[in-house]
């Protein structure tokens, strides 16, 4: 088997070492080898970003633009084959990998347009006679660290922008996933980027993200992955006063009201808190229902959870794929124990389950009776498990809602304008749903939550422009 190298200075380069990339549905079937780069490698990397930092903040926009449009293109025309990529390493089933490559391309698409649409300001000075112009340009080499659950959609909405407005890269992505980050690099390379433009080094975080979080020529840390990494990561970014754009965990409510469509909120809920094997940063892991709706919403849950086939994520009619890995089940079936011994009820699901082949398969679990103060309520448990907790009443609901120390997405399910208004409004957290699940958002709009699940300006969008430029105002006299 071929090992697939990293990126750097223009070369695919061999690592310090190889790593297996297996595949969870089955894990015996080898997926790829993927180079693991050093410390010194990953300073060649940031090097070569730094080297090729002038000539393309300040290049042919056409020439950025028309890379960006090609990359999007290509990632487009092979979704198929990237998303059977993706779901055979990280395991979200088929159709979820195909969704998740093309919003990739759609990203790629949209930043090739922005890279046009830089617009600045120009203002009357207080001063007679004098210009004021705002403008926007680059930060320099940007260091992107990524998490495995959405291997090639996290990817590009930090790749796209950062090289749209004029920076350069070195991408460090999980070491779970390097196959899908790989073949993202391969199409870049195609589209054209210049050598040190876009750099990958793919390896383990305490060695590659070490050193791009500690080095004095990365101007700028974005990253997502979890709250302990996140603040590790910052500490030590802050410290030489880098730019940081940071997006972590969440415990999100999806708040069902009485007056609620049964079927929509069933539907909301399943979708939110179970696909994609509920590995999603904004899965509703919090199902928040008052009293007079809750026995037949989780009769009606329940139901739905039953009849969900967890199988191998590349086999058709499967609804939900395994568990990443061996130690993410090993933390989902320690929750699940959590849960009972805090005496919620476990109704239905929240063993693990065997199939054809050997893989991490979990059954979807839903716990009731459940209260806030339960740490299966406080804590991001990153797997296929949610809990009910009941409220007397809508103002209860919300008040739950808010009460946790995230604040990444908010759902209610409701027919009511009053109270759908009312939550919009005061619901603490970046993106609201109403009628939605809290997982699945648009590629052109802002992304990013509050409290202690996000930290810096937004991810995605026009918004991406505050990370990923510097303000310059200018005055001009005659
Ligand atoms: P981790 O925080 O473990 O890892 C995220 C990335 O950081 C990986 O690339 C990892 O490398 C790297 N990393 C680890 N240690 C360091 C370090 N010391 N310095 C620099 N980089 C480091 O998260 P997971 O990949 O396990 O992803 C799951 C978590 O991500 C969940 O908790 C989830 O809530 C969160 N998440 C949040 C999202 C959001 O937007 N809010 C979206 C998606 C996920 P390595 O390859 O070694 O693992």
């Known amino acids: 088997m071929n090992v697939c190298n990293n990126y750097i200075a223009g070369e695919w380069l061999a690592g310090a070492a190889v790593t297996v990339n297996r595949n969870p549905s089955n894990v015996a079937d080898v997926v790829g080898e993927y180079a693991q780069a050093d410390a010194a490698q990953t300073r060649t990397a940031v ?54 490559a093309m919003r990739a391309g759609q990203i790629f698409k949209f930043f090739a347009g922005e890279v046009l649409r830089a617009a600045g300001e120009k203002l009357p000075s207080v001063r007679p006679g004098v210009d004021v112009e ?55 390379v195609k589209a054209g980027l210049p050598a040190g433009v876009f750099n990958l080094v793919m390896g383990r975080g305490s060695v590659v993200g070490e050193v791009l ?25 802050i410290g030489r006063m ?17 007056d609620a469509d049964l079927a929509v909120a069933v539907n909301a809920a399943t979708q939110g808190a179970y696909y994609s094997t509920g ?22 849950l329940t139901a739905k959870l039953k009849s969900l086939k967890v199988d191998d994520a590349l086999a058709a009619g499967t609804d939900i794929g395994p568990v990443v890995d061996q130690s993410q089940l090993d933390q989902d079936l320690a929750y699940v124990e959590v849960g009972k011994a805090e005496g919620a009820t476990l109704a239905v699901g929240g063993e693990r389950l065997q199939r054809a082949n050997d893989g991490f398969y979990l059954a979807p679990a839903l716990f009731t009776g459940t209260t806030n103060a339960m740490r299966i309520a406080r804590e991001e448990i990153f797997g296929p498990v949610a809990c009910v907790i009941e409220a007397k009443d809508y103002d209860e609901a919300l008040a739950l809602a808010n009460d946790t120390e995230f604040g990444l997405c908010s759902g209610i399910v409701t027919t009511s304008l009053k109270h759908a208004s009312h939550y919009k409004r005061h619901a603490q957290a970046g993106m609201v749903m109403v009628n939605l699940p809290t997982a699945g958002v648009d590629y052109h709009v802002p992304f990013g939550g509050r409290k202690g699940s996000s930290y810096g300006s937004r991810e995605q969008g026009r918004y991406a422009a505050e990370f990923f430029t510097t303000v310059k105002t200018t005055y001009t006299a005659p």
């Open 213 to 237: 979080v500690n080095h004095p020529d990365v101007a700028a840390i974005s990253f997502t992955g979890s709250v302990g990494t996140g603040r590790a990561i910052a500490a030590k970014a």
């Open 134 to 188: 705002v403008t926007r340009e680059p930060i320099g080499v940007v260091g992107l660290i990524t998490p495995w659950n959405f291997p090639i959609a996290i990817p590009a909405w930090k790749i796209a922008p950062a090289l749209a407005h004029g920076n350069t890269v070195v991408f460090k992505p999980a070491d779970l996933v390097p196959g899908s980050a790989w073949a993202l690099a391969e199409i870049l």
């Open 47 to 100: 090097a070569a970003a730094k080297a090729a930092f002038p000539a393309w903040a300040t290049g042919s926009i056409q020439e950025r633009s028309n890379i960006l449009d090609r990359a999007g293109s290509e990632v487009l025309a092979r979704k198929d084959e990237l998303g059977r990529l993706l779901s055979r390493e990280e395991g979200k089933t088929l159709p979820e990998g195909i969704g998740e």
């Open 242 to 258: 880098a730019k940081l754009q940071l997006e972590m965990g969440g415990k999100n409510p999806l708040v069902v009201l009485d």
């Open 279 to 300: 590995q999603r940063c904004t899965a509703s892991s919090r199902l928040i229902v008052t009293a007079g709706i809750h026995d037949r919403f989780v009769a009606a």
